[in-house]
């Protein structure tokens, strides 16, 4: 019981709890991020998920005193998967998730033409 209640506790700083700072076209990336970060690192935080010029930004806090000794492999690998997720965001209407683009000058929002 303890493992779950642990597991439920981390989850309120992970990215799920986080979905709402974002559109929900861009949630299955969000999600799949999360599925493959905590495979990783299960006691990984989120410090902040939003989005900034048309794309998504995820800063996350690995820390070592929950998960034990983080390697360099570990952290490049994060860094890649975030990486990632941020460049499909790029191409992902933030909206209904379907291929798009960046729309705007000054405030930028990634959508596709119906959303547009």
Known sequence: MDDLR???ERRKYQIPAHLVFVGAGWHPI???LHEQVVALVPGYRVSQVKEKHGE????LTLD???DGHITAAVNTRVH???DAAEDES???CEECGKPG???GT???????SVCA
Not at 56 to 59: G, K, M
Not at 106 to 112: A, E, H, I, Q, Y
């Open 80 to 82: 890649e998967l975030l």
């Open 30 to 32: 969000l999600t799949r």
């Open 106 to 112: 000054g405030w930028v929002k990634t959508l596709c």
């Open 6 to 8: 642990d597991a439920l």
């Open 56 to 59: 998504l930004r995820v800063y």
């Open 90 to 92: 790029r191409r992902t």
């Open 64 to 66: 070592p005193h929950l």
């Open 101 to 103: 683009g960046p729309v």
